[in-house]
T-cell receptor, first 113, second 109 residues
Framework: DAGITQSPRYKITETGRQVTLMCHQT?????MFWYRQDLGHGLRLIYY???????DKGEVPDGYVVSRSKTENFPLTLESATRSQTSVYFC????????????FGPGTRLTVT | ELKVEQNPLFLSMQEGKNYTIYCNYS?????LYWYRQDPGKSLESLFV?????AVKQEGRLMASLDTKARLSTLHITAAVHDLSATYFC?????????FGAGTRLTVKP
């Protein structure tokens, strides 16, 4: 089906492990985004990408790495997970248009023990 | 630094009543968004406001934008239980999107 998907939907990992969250969109949107959602903080932008091979830091990039080799995929890697990275992660995409409206994936709930 | 403040953070209202959620932001922007989130779900786009004075309505919800005051409002008319959710405003500066903390709305019969 068309849209934006994330995998896995739920993940439990241990402190210090590397974990990668996947995001895939079928709209050929230029822009893709990663957010984390924590109670009391709303959503905070981690990284975004304007096109393949172009990425930029958002509000809270520390501890995260992104890449975008293909337009449709935007993986987020936690190189050495910490408990403070326990959160719900949302991927989003938008067209390069006037409105910049973003469409969100279903989210990944990550727990770091 | 762009900051977005919503109030109230929690809102409990009775069915049939009207209320307004406020969204203030600190830096000039011509793009403001309202999203709805149900518990355990993703965000659903409600409104995109692109210019000063923009007003959009969908059912019992109406959103407006005053860029000079750096203020957006989400007005709820004759609330019904189905509107219970968390509502977020977000402001966009060149794709750097900043969200408010959200308003958790509960509509009681």
């Amino acid at each position: 089906d068309a849209g934006i998907t994330q995998s896995p939907r739920y993940k439990i990992t241990e402190t210090g492990r590397q974990v990668t969250l996947m995001c895939h969109q079928t709209w050929s949107h230029s822009y893709m985004f990663w957010y984390r959602q924590d109670l009391g903080h709303g959503l905070r932008l981690i990284y975004y990408s304007a096109a393949a091979d172009i990425t930029d830091k958002g509000e809270v990039p520390d501890g995260y790495v992104v890449s975008r080799s293909k337009t449709e995929n935007f993986p987020l890697t936690l190189e050495s997970a910490t408990r403070s990275q326990t959160s719900v992660y949302f991927c989003a995409s938008s067209e390069s248009s006037l409105s910049y409206e973003q469409y969100f994936g279903p989210g990944t709930r990550l727990t770091v023990t | 630094e762009l900051k977005v403040e919503q109030n109230p953070l929690f809102l409990s209202m009775q069915e049939g009543k009207n209320y307004t959620i406020y969204c203030n932001y600190s830096t000039t922007s011509d793009r403001l968004y309202w999203y709805r989130q149900d518990p355990g779900k993703s965000l659903e786009s409600l409104f995109v406001l692109l210019s000063n004075g923009a007003v959009k309505q969908e059912g019992r919800l109406m959103a407006s934008l005053d860029t000079k005051a750096r203020l957006s409002t989400l007005h709820i008319t004759a609330a019904v239980h189905d509107l219970s959710a968390t509502y977020f405003c977000a402001v966009d500066i060149s794709h750097d999107m900043r969200f408010g903390a959200g308003t958790r709305l509960t509509v009681k019969p």
